[in-house]
């Protein structure tokens, strides 16, 4: 490439969406009906949505292409073995049991092989990892290292995991462990890389415990991409190399293909195991479908073996990282303040350092997010007490960090689109100083954060 200073979108629009302009006063209206919580608007209530990465991204012309060759056969379908070959090209493992997202990976593996009684460690469990293991009774324990955990440290690989306290945890615990199970990219502390040297230091661990290592790789060629640039000796590599190597370091893998596999919906659950496979596919057969298609149409399965060739591309990682990137700084610079380094796949702001004059027991992350939709029409998302607070007993604690997560869609936004966000965050923390708290009025006793109602705390 050559050394030009803007990274542009390495791609041409080929389709539009209208979105929905609208005025503050009208967001007021539609934010206070879906009681300030922002999962219940109406999707064209919003003008740019960064709720999630997850599903929302665009495919490409190959991958529209790609949709016209499914074979919708029940068993045995060509799609199914395009899926077979893509996914172990780039992961190898033996097994490969397609799902219709990653939580029903996450619901087969958990029910197979977690109860009560059991713990099972990683740098930082995701919510619906986190639930559907607690849903078994076991517990999920988060041992990221201590940077992790701290908004403001420039460390490289704040996804990594603490080795020690994984050791500590095998040496009191080894016999309710079940498998160890790592996050990358680390979505829940701040969308933060994983590096190889930590999980080959995992793998050591897991080896000396005889405990099978598991990635939660949603996010994989991000990840990829930050060991590329950030990780000694890693910068000349192919991204794919760097995939089969941190694949290779593990026994299995849950997959949602709806973030860097850039489909709308999808997911898979891998291992090299034949005992637990056939376990899994017992199981996938009960809730998902049979186990050439898992809960996903032909064309679904022909649409992610494209975007998982996609997903490798240097030119697309480059334009993807920097992107998030930009809208990070341009925080930064503004004095807001964000998770530092900036993540691959969103911008987190720090809420908690935003409202200082907010307990955390009143939602600072919540009071952000929805301050930054009425103003703008931007759509976030809490990850914080909200997400995080409620404790399996009932009772509730602040979470470690009341962020609020400005999750960018794979190509699907402009650097303009970008740029009025940055807006929209330069005036919340003008008037940050007048943002008051929520309290609950009502909420589910699991996964609050998706159907709670707030309200303004006086
Ligand atoms: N693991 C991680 C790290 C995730 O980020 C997600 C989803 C899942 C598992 C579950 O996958 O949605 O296909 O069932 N994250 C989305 C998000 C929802 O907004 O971050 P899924």
Same mark, same amino acid.
């Given at each position: ?109 958990f029910?197979?092989v977690a109860g009560p009684g059991m713990v099972v460690p ?11 293991l607690e849903a078994t009774g076991a517990e999920a324990v ?27 945890l095998?040496?009191a615990r080894a016999d309710d462990v079940p498998l ?63 995939? /089969?190597?941190?694949? &290779?370091? +593990?026994? *299995?893998?849950?997959? @949602?293909?709806?973030? =860097?596999? $850039? ?35 032909? /064309?679904?399965?022909? &649409?992610? +073996?494209? *975007?998982?060739?996609? @997903?490798?591309?240097? =030119?697309? $990682? ?53 301050? $930054? ?19 399996p ?66």
């Amino acid at each position: 490439m050559d050394d030009f200073r803007t990274v542009i979108e390495p791609f041409r629009i080929h389709a539009v969406e209208p979105v929905s302009l609208s005025t503050r006063k009208e967001r007021e209206g539609w934010v206070r009906e879906a009681g300030y919580n922002l999962f219940n608007l109406r999707a064209r209530d919003v003008l740019i949505d960064l709720l999630t990465d997850s599903g929302t991204g665009a495919m490409s012309r190959d991958q529209w292409a790609a949709l016209q060759h499914g074979d919708e056969s029940y068993a045995g379908s060509p799609s199914w073995f395009a899926f077979e070959a893509a996914v172990k090209d780039l992961f190898g493992f033996t097994h490969v049991i397609p799902t219709h997202q990653g939580r029903a990976a996450e619901k087969i593996l958990f029910t197979t092989v977690a109860g009560p009684g059991m713990v099972v460690p990683n740098n930082t469990h995701f919510d619906t990892t986190r639930a559907n293991l607690e849903a078994t009774g076991a517990e999920a324990v988060d041992i990221v290292i201590a940077e992790g955990r701290d908004p403001t440290s420039r460390h490289p690989f704040k996804g990594n995991m603490d080795v020690d306290a994984l050791e500590a945890l095998l040496a009191a615990r080894a016999d309710d462990v079940p498998l160890v199970m790592v996050t990358i990219t680390n979505n829940s502390g701040g969308g933060q890389p994983v590096s190889l040297a930590n999980l080959r230091q995992v793998r050591e661990v897991c080896d000396r415990f005889s405990k099978p290592l598991f990635l939660d790789a949603c996010r994989f060629a991000e990840n990829a991409w930050f060991i590329r640039e950030r990780e000694e000796g890693q910068g000349e590599r192919d991204v794919v190399d760097i995939v /089969r190597e941190v694949a &290779a370091l +593990a026994d *299995g893998m849950t997959m @949602s293909a709806k973030k =860097d596999p $850039l489909c709308n919906i999808g997911g898979w659950l891998a291992c090299n195991d034949d005992a637990l496979a056939q376990s899994f596919r017992n199981l996938l057969i009960l809730t998902e479908g049979f186990t050439t298609y898992g809960g996903l149409a032909g /064309r679904d399965l022909e &649409a992610i +073996a494209q *975007g998982l060739k996609e @997903s490798c591309s240097h =030119d697309y $990682l480059r334009y993807r990282i920097r992107s998030t990137a930009y809208l990070g700084e341009a925080l930064e610079q503004l004095g807001i303040p964000v998770v530092v380094p900036i993540g691959g796949h969103a911008v987190y702001l720090d809420a908690r350092r935003l409202l200082p004059h907010v307990a955390p027991l009143q939602y600072p992350g919540q009071a952000v997010a929805v301050a $930054l939709y009425e103003l703008g029409g931007v759509r976030s998302c809490e990850i914080g007490t909200v997400m995080f607070g409620l404790q399996p007993d009932g009772s509730e604690r602040p979470a470690s960090m009341d962020l609020v997560r400005l999750a960018i869609p794979r190509r699907t936004y402009t650097q303009s689109h970008i740029d009025y966000v940055i807006e929209v965050c330069e005036r919340l923390a003008k008037e940050a100083s007048h943002l008051g708290g929520y309290r609950i009025v009502a909420a589910p006793p699991q996964l609050r954060h998706f159907t709670a109602r707030f309200e303004p705390v006086a």
